[in-house]
T-cell receptor, first 113, second 114 residues
Framework: GQQVMQIPQYQHVQEGEDFTTYCNSS?????IQWYKQRPGGHPVFLIQ???SGEVKKQKRLTFQFGEAKKNSSLHITATQTTDVGTYFC?????????????WGLGTSLAVNP | KAGVTQTPRYLIKTRGQQVTLSCSPI?????VSWYQQTPGQGLQFLFE???????NKGNFPGRFSGRQFSNSRSEMNVSTLELGDSALYLC?????????????FGNGTRLTVT
């Protein structure tokens, strides 16, 4: 079946360092969504990517959709303690006619002040 | 605009009991989805309701059911609770059904089954 892999599972950085998480799919995607969940909180929508090779920026966050639309990345420049949390990617379930989302297991980011 | 509201926030139940969770979506959102979140399995899709009809269903046993009312509020019911049902249950609303619209999550209901 369709698989969504997120790497790394955990990342521990010093404040000010950069951070990147990757989301890889076994199938071509129509779109991909990214969410952030703070400890004890709920997932919050960050962005949706649709086009091949698309790059979108939100302040220190850069999101990229691969040319083959099978992978995506989220890069944070100069991390801050407010970036702590788990970052999830979510993709349409191809086997289910794209009617529901399949979620990666997330990358948990810890930032040392 | 008020966000997605889930009640209760915490629940402790014993095996064999049943439980009902409630979700009020953002005003104007007609799609409500339910997810189970556990440390090992991550976010697992339970079902989606739109205009009072179940539009999608995940791979959960029939003990898990839901419904949506005419005001878009939704309830989820789990019968004959098992220890493995302990999880954070998240409700999310969106403007449209399907996978094209961003999901807006509530704070969740933390269910503990003993």
């Amino acid at each position: 079946g369709q698989q969504v892999m997120q790497i790394p599972q955990y990342q521990h950085v010093q404040e000010g360092e950069d951070f990147t998480t990757y989301c890889n799919s076994s199938t071509t995607l129509s779109n991909i969504q990214w969410y952030k969940q703070r400890p004890g909180g709920h997932p919050v929508f960050l962005i949706q990517l649709v086009k091949s090779g698309e790059v979108k920026k939100q302040k220190r966050l850069t999101f990229q959709f691969g040319e083959a639309k099978k992978n995506s990345s989220l890069h944070i420049t100069a991390t801050q303690t407010t970036d702590v949390g788990t970052y999830f990617c979510a993709v349409p379930d191809n086997a289910g006619n794209n009617r529901k989302l399949i979620w990666g297991l997330g990358t948990s980011l810890a930032v040392n002040p | 605009k008020a966000g997605v509201t889930q009640t209760p926030r915490y629940l402790i139940k014993t095996r064999g009991q049943q439980v009902t969770l409630s979700c009020s979506p953002i005003s104007g959102h007609r799609s409500v989805s339910w997810y189970q979140q556990t440390p090992g399995q991550g976010l697992q899709f339970l079902f989606e309701y739109f205009s009072e009809t179940q539009r999608n269903k995940g791979n959960f046993p029939g003990r898990f059911s839901g419904r949506q009312f005419s005001n878009s509020r939704s309830e989820m019911n789990v019968s004959t609770l098992e220890l493995g049902d302990s999880a954070l249950y998240l409700c999310a609303s969106s403007l449209a059904q399907g996978v094209g619209s961003p999901l807006h999550f509530g704070n969740g209901t933390r269910l503990t089954v003993t």
